[in-house]
């Protein structure tokens, strides 16, 4: 799938309980009545049910003085879930409890002091809080693609919270690990992104990752998980919660089932030819537990497609089946029967011919530059490259074939020495041998082919890059400055649209868009553009029309914006 380790940073995140949780025996004076509504209270907050766990809370409450260390406790909790950390923390100090790393007041003073000073907007289900700069240019995009989300979730699943969701950006990995019961290391090792805990949903900026990754799918993904764990009152397993969230987080943008890569593909169709699937129940307790990444990737496929296959059957009310099943009580086969309206051993065997029929490239693809989520602040020599016609053999380092990289590298000394006929003929002749396989391949050899104005080559070369690779920014970019000196306002458009859902903070990609948002006349759009491209410009908002003047013009190779800001993503 597009990003096998976030999701299994997930699958931890989801496993790992804060430190001190209490239910009623952390309570022996509180009997009969009183201890059962703790029991409730317990079951209400891990079942996601928080109406219910705000009912039981003032059950208790008549039962219990108002001092009580559980009347504390448990007000803190819902506090904390409710986003009124402040509250969490008075509360959870007066519960006398441990605050060992991880502790929900442990949490809760750390999201606290890193919330504290966040901005905030609103739309009508969603706020979101971020960190007052550039991360206010996500703003209007999250938003939109939250809502429209929610509308197709509620009409595929059949659930929609009454309530606002709560959407928190963080700067980087180490305040995602504050925030959560993750540690650093394992958001590292796993590449974990964005996490559906505590009733809200954490997402990294996109900046803190050298190139950007699929950041509005992964806002998608993760309300998914919000849904399902909502509706099914949190019995959904690991492997359902998984298959369901990736086969869905594309619908914002689509229909569902449009997140599978080529890359992932490939990696199943290694697994089925070779016979190395993951059998369900190998996958309990959690996919997180397999023994490695490329198992945990090939099972994450596996779900994908097991999905797949009951929507194709019963379209969105098989999967409303699904969670209506698991809610009142079933376990996940029942589920699955009613859902596919067969027996298990079944579904089984029609899962299993339907992952044979895919049409499997033959061949294992090297994941693109968003799927690989490169930390910047694990990789300080990538976050400080520059734009422009930097020289980089380490681009090459992933193509296998040996005399295609030797090609790429006599590509680049060429490139180097501006001799652009000639790096062209060596890039062509690397492409050639391994055709689309390799993200930057593609891309040093279309911007030869751009350099030298040969534009249907390079447009060619570009489009089957993103064949192979979708959504990759820096291939949307190049193609996008082709489309746009052609002014080819709609197709630009999408280019740079895509560019954005993966690297949203490259300054060029709003100024592009601006420029096509004024030539079509796309008002709302051109207010959009501008004011982010101020933002990440640095310019008062009247300047971005002259800038938008400077773009499109006859070099299409050396960037015609640069902000001089080592920090942001670059290609």
């Known amino acids: 799938m597009s990003r096998p380790h976030a999701t299994l940073g997930l699958l931890l995140a989801l496993l790992t309980l804060p430190a ?33 766990a705000r009912t039981e809370l003032a059950e208790l409450k008549k039962l219990a003085n108002e001092d009580h260390e559980a009347v504390h406790y448990f007000s803190g909790r819902i506090a904390f879930e409710e986003g009124r950390y402040a509250d969490a923390v008075k509360d959870l100090a007066a519960a ?30 969603f706020i979101i809080a971020y960190p007052k700069g550039k991360d206010e240019i996500l703003v209007p995009w999250a938003l939109e693609a939250l809502e429209a989300q929610r509308a197709a979730m509620e009409k595929d699943l059949g659930w929609a919270p009454r309530e606002k969701v709560r ?4 700067a980087n990995a180490r305040e995602l690990a504050k925030v959560s019961t993750l540690t650093f290391e394992s958001i590292r090792t796993t590449g974990t992104i964005a996490i559906c805990k505590f009733n809200k949903l954490m997402v990294t900026s996109p900046k803190a990752v ?17 849904v399902v764990g909502n509706a099914s009152k949190n019995t959904v397993p690991i492997w359902m919660h998984e298959g369901l969230a990736k086969y869905l987080e594309s619908r914002w943008r689509g229909p569902a089932g449009g997140a599978m890569t080529p890359s992932t593909l490939a990696l199943l169709g290694s697994r089925v030819r070779s016979n190395k699937l993951i059998p369900f129940e190998k996958m309990h307790p959690s996919m997180a537990l397999l023994p490695t990444a490329e198992d945990a990737a090939t099972a994450f496929a596996e779900v994908f497609f097991a999905v797949d296959l009951v929507h194709r059957q019963g379209g969105a009310a098989s ?14 086969k029942q589920a699955m029967e009613a859902a596919f309206k067969q027996p298990w051993p079944v579904f089984e065997k029609q899962w299993m011919a339907h992952l044979k029929s895919q049409p499997f490239p033959k061949d294992l693809i090297p994941p693109s530059s968003q799927d690989k989520k490169e930390l910047a602040e694990t990789m300080p020599g990538k976050a400080k490259e520059k734009k422009g016609r930097e020289i980089s053999f380490g681009d090459f380092a992933e193509v296998k074939e040996t005399d295609a990289r030797k090609w790429a590298h006599l590509g680049e000394l060429m490139r180097e020495r501006n001799r652009m006929t000639a790096a062209a003929e060596h890039y062509g002749r690397a492409h050639a041998m391994v055709g689309d396989r390799y993200e ?19 447009q060619a070369v570009l489009e089957g890059s993103l064949r192979v690779h979708p959504g990759s920014a820096q291939t949307n970019v190049h193609l996008g400055r082709l489309l746009l000196r052609q002014k080819d306002w709609p197709r630009a458009k999408l280019a740079f649209l895509d560019a954005l859902a993966a690297n949203p903070f490259d300054e060029e990609v709003h100024v592009s868009l601006y420029k096509v948002a004024r030539a079509t006349g796309d008002a709302a759009l051109t207010s959009r553009t501008r004011a982010a491209a101020a933002v990440l410009l640095g310019i008062p908002a009247a300047e971005v029309e002259a800038v938008a003047k400077e773009l499109g013009g006859e070099d299409l190779v050396t960037d015609p914006i640069s902000s001089g800001d080592a920090g942001l993503p670059t290609r």
């Open 20 to 52: 001190g949780a209490v239910g009623a025996d952390a309570f022996p004076e509180l009997q009969g009545e009183a201890r059962a509504r703790i029991q409730n209270l317990e079951q209400n907050l891990a079942d996601w049910q928080l109406d219910q």
């Open 440 to 458: 930057a391949l593609s891309n040093k050899y279309a911007l030869s082919l751009l350099e030298l104005k040969r534009l249907p080559e390079a």
């Open 96 to 125: 006398k409890l441990s605050e060992k790393p991880g502790s929900y007041l442990s949490l809760a003073k750390d999201t606290q002091q890193i919330t504290a000073q966040y901005a905030r907007a609103e739309s009508e289900h």
């Open 210 to 226: 050298v190139r950007g990754y699929d950041w509005l799918d992964t806002l998608a993904h993760e309300y998914v998980h919000y």
């Open 167 to 170: 959407v928190e950006v963080v």
């Open 319 to 332: 999967l409303k089946t699904l969670l209506q099943k698991m809610a009142a009580g079933v376990n996940d």
